[in-house]
């Protein structure tokens, strides 16, 4: 994993974390979900050129 897919994966671990101290608040979840999946989108977008990376193979098989 290249150094910027390891700080998006450290900011991720973050806000998850921030997300199960929010004590349950429905605004701040939805937030930090949003924020996730930008963080996601980046580290798609950092591999794009990359021909079958694991990131390009996991949104293929998400749909």
């Known amino acids: 994993m290249c150094e910027k897919c390891v ?5 991720i671990a973050h806000y998850r974390e ?6 349950g608040d429905a605004l701040t979840i939805l937030s930090i979900e ?7 989108d980046q580290k ?3 591999h794009a050129g990359v021909g079958g990376s694991a990131a390009n193979s996991t949104k293929q098989s998400s749909h």
């Open 44 to 46: 798609r977008v950092l």
């Open 18 to 23: 921030m997300a199960e101290l929010s004590g």
């Open 7 to 11: 700080e998006i994966d450290e900011r």
């Open 34 to 40: 949003e924020l996730v999946k930008d963080f996601e």
